[in-house]
Structure formats: structure tokens, C-alpha cells
């Protein structure tokens, strides 16, 4: 067990976690809505510290990252537990578990970026479960992998307080996070988390130069509305600038929605037509194979730029300072397209 970073002794051995947005106060033996942080004699504890469910070497437009080295590889790396309880989650096994009863790995931060140079990946995502509740760990693993002038990916639900995630951000480069709907009750009846800290994380990202990009999972009568969906684009049109991209993707039947339909196709058209029509430049849809919403289309000339198929980048029609071939107007790409081999 590793102690807790961000944590409050109070009265009568009890104590407040300041992790995420959820604040808990945890009597003596309990443990977080994370599952993660135990209050043991007074001191609260994580329970996960170096417990790894997987590791995978992805694509980097898995997470997805569109804008952040393309083509690159990327060494992923999953805990357990989750301050959410989305009730579609697709890692459900994982994000729900308890570390009490998971049988898992234990990796220290210094073996990961053993792995990552014996691979010869530089790029690192912490990813599948929940990874800020997994603080301590990324953390330390994170500021080694730094470095080795290696790159940090977080794909997250950004439920977290501004203080961690601040003393987290001068070694992340990068960061994709779920904006899983766009109204306060249904984050707080159906998700299980606080919408305003979300937005108020994804603001600090930016504003201190972390590359973000925001997924919006489009799941029928919970978050399809025209009208919700339109608040959440000139909120992040108003916060993040036109440049961030939405990757907007369709839902299948997972887990507690298993008897749910997937999302018409038609939606997912609307919307991607609604956000570009607002506005945003580059505007993606995920989960429709062969779509012509996986493409980057440049800002000024319309032109398509980058063409890819599922993960794959196969047309890249970019300089090398990333500007347009045709028109020579810059696009907003974080390092060039990966050189394979």
C-alpha cells in the first residue's frame, strides 16, 4: 500500500479525500466511491499503487488521439476502479472492480519505462479504467517517463480537483477526455460524477498546455438532443477554441445498457454537421468504420488533409511545418506523422 497524496486528518481518525470533485470522508476501514482509497488507522491509502490489470502497445488514434503525433505507437497501461458508474461502460470488468477481489499484476513505475524502451515506444497512455484515481502511481511513473523525454497520454473522465491535477499537468503532454453529456442531473443521477468539475479540469488542461482533445459518446434519449449537444459545442468553442478536437462517437449495447439500440448513424451525421457548422474544425466521428468523419479536413481551404481508415493514416498531405498543401494555412497538429520502422 501507498499513502495518499491529497488528503485531510480529521477528528476521530476520520479523513477527507481531495483527489476528485467527490471530496469523500471516510470513517476508520471505509473506503472511497473509487474503491481505491482506504481510510487505514487514520490514513488514507491508496489500494492500487503499481496494481496493473493490462498493458497493450495501440495506436495512438485508439485513445482516441487524432492530433498528437499521428500513426505514433503508444504503450498503454490500465489499474482498477473508477469514480464513475457509467452504466454502458465497455471496461466495466475493470472500471467496477474492487482491488480486493482482482487478481492483477504489480509493476513498478521504473519497469514500465524499462518496457516502454524495450519496445521502443515513446509514448505512454494511462487508460481503460479511470487513471486519476490511480494518482500516486501515474505520477511517479509519469515524471520518469519524462525523463526519458518520452510523451504522457491520460484518457480520462476528468473528474478531478484543480490542486492534483495541477501538480500532474508539468508531466502530461497529452489528454482525451469524455464529456459523457452535457446536462448536471444526468452526471450526477446516471453517470455518478459532477459536471462542472469535469469542465473546470479540461479548462486547466488547456490553459496550462496540455494537447486536448474531448470525446462525446452519443447515446439515444440520454444525451442525443440537439440542444444539449449544441450547449456542449459552444461551451467548448468559448473554452478550448475552435482548433480542440470533438471526436463524436457512436454507442453500442454494453454492459447495464446491453438492451439498449446502438446509435442511429443519422445522429451521429447530425451532430458531426451541427459542430462544424458552428464552428469547430475539426469535428470526428468514431465507432462508424469507413467514415468519412475519421478524415482532417483543412480549416481554411476545406481540403482534406489526412485521410485514415479505422486507426491507420494512409494520406497526408501536410508540409513539414504542418500546413496545408494546397492553401498553406497551419493545422493544428502536435508533431509530425510517425515514421513506422
Known amino acids: 500500500m501507498h499513502e495518499a497524496m491529497f488528503y485531510d486528518k480529521l477528528e476521530g481518525g476520520m479523513v477527507r479525500c481531495r483527489l476528485c470533485p467527490w471530496n469523500c470522508t471516510l470513517s476508520k476501514g471505509q473506503v472511497g466511491r473509487c474503491r481505491t482509497r482506504k481510510n487505514i488507522d487514520g490514513k488514507l491509502y491508496t489500494l492500487i499503487y503499481g496494481l496493473v490489470s493490462s498493458t497493450a502497445i495501440d495506436p495512438i488514434e485508439k485513445k482516441p488521439l487524432f492530433h498528437f503525433y499521428p500513426g505514433a505507437p503508444i504503450f498503454s497501461i490500465s489499474s482498477v476502479g473508477c469514480n464513475f458508474r457509467c452504466p454502458w461502460c465497455q471496461n466495466w470488468e475493470i472500471s467496477q472492480a474492487s482491488p480486493d477481489n482482482f487478481v492483477g499484476s504489480y509493476m513498478s513505475p521504473e519497469r514500465v519505462v524499462e518496457l516502454m524502451k524495450h519496445y521502443e515506444v515513446p509514448f505512454l497512455a494511462f487508460t481503460y479504467n479511470e487513471p486519476l484515481i490511480w494518482f500516486e502511481y501515474i505520477y511517479e511513473t509519469a515524471k520518469m517517463a519524462k525523463r526519458e523525454n518520452f510523451y504522457t497520454v491520460a484518457v480520462t473522465n476528468g473528474h478531478i480537483n484543480i490542486e492534483p491535477l495541477s501538480k500532474l499537468i508539468p508531466y502530461l503532454d497529452a489528454a482525451n477526455i469524455d464529456v459523457k453529456a452535457f446536462n448536471p442531473e444526468t452526471y450526477l443521477k446516471i453517470i455518478g460524477g459532477k459536471l462542472d468539475g469535469v469542465l473546470q479540469a479540461i479548462i486547466e488542461m488547456k490553459r496550462k498546455g496540455v494537447h486536448v482533445e474531448t470525446t462525446y459518446l452519443v447515446i439515444p434519449d440520454l444525451n442525443d438532443s440537439e440542444d444539449e449537444f449544441k ?59 469507413w467514415h468519412g468523419g475519421e478524415n482532417t479536413y483543412c480549416p481554411h481551404c476545406g481540403k482534406l488533409v489526412i485521410r485514415r481508415i479505422g486507426f491507420d493514416v494512409i494520406e497526408w498531405n501536410l508540409d513539414e511545418e504542418n500546413r496545408c498543401k494546397y492553401c498553406g494555412e497551419k493545422v493544428h497538429i502536435v508533431g509530425r506523422l510517425w515514421k513506422k520502422g
Do not use: C, Q
Not at 468553442?237 to 446491453?258: A, C, Q, V, W
Not at 446509435?263 to 469535428?283: D, F, M, Q, S
Open 231 to 289: 450547449k456542449m459545442v459552444k461551451w467548448h468553442l468559448d473554452n478550448l477554441g475552435p482548433e480542440t478536437p470533438l471526436h463524436i462517437s457512436r454507442f453500442f449495447p454494453m454492459y447495464k445498457y446491453s438492451d439498449r439500440s446502438p446509435t442511429p448513424i443519422e445522429t451521429i451525421e447530425k451532430l458531426w454537421n451541427i459542430a462544424r457548422e458552428e464552428g469547430l474544425y475539426y469535428v470526428y466521428v468514431g465507432n462508424i468504420p
